[in-house]
């Protein structure tokens, strides 16, 4: 079956759509949380990726118990919506505060925990769209590739966007993907 024939059968073809771009906003927003937190922190800057990473591990060691029933496709709605709502914060906060600096430990947060069940849910979701075993092989090459190359995009796109808007503005633009 040909790399991009899953594209061909609708459900594939949005599930597909929807995942490379929001992996193409999560990549923009990882860009600007680590270089708002290198403006903010300076040399300190690496205690928020650690928080980010520890939120990781804490919601795959805990979020599997507390989503494993649920439908894949309600998880990885809730998981896109969430992280859009959460990418919005160190906007609030400079608003708000003056400072994006609260509002970078939320997002990073959030962010993480956002993706903790977005990959299994996205796993399931695309097993049952897929029923059978050459469709489910072609949309897994297919949607690993794209979800390769919007990270590559992404994170190559926001020194290019830097030049248009500045890098706070750069949170918004990941919430709206």
């Avoid at 990781?56 to 709605?77: M, N, Q, S």
């Avoid at 092989?137 to 030049?163: D, F, K, N």
Wanted: net charge positive.
């Amino acid at each position: 079956m040909r790399l991009i024939a899953p594209l061909s059968h609708k459900p594939l073809a949005k599930l597909w759509a929807a995942l490379v771009v929001a992996e193409f906003g999560a990549q923009i927003g990882n860009f600007a949380l680590v270089w708002i937190s290198v403006e903010q922190l300076g040399d300190n800057a690496s205690y928020m990726q650690s928080l980010q990473y520890g939120a990781v591990l804490l919601g795959a060691a805990l979020g599997g118990r507390l989503l494993d029933e649920r439908d894949p496709r309600a998880v990885l709605i809730g998981a896109f919506l969430f992280r859009g709502i959460v990418g919005l914060c160190p906007l609030l906060a400079a608003w708000a505060l003056g400072s994006p600096l609260v509002g970078l430990a939320v997002a990073a947060v959030g962010l993480a925990l956002a993706q903790a069940p977005a990959e299994p849910a996205m796993q399931a979701r695309m097993s049952a769209l897929a029923a059978d075993r050459d469709r489910r092989e072609a949309a897994t090459a297919l949607i690993y590739a794209s979800l390769r190359l919007a990270r590559l995009l992404g994170r190559g796109a926001p020194g290019l966007l830097t030049i248009f808007m500045p890098v706070l503005m750069l949170c918004g633009l990941n919430a709206g993907l």
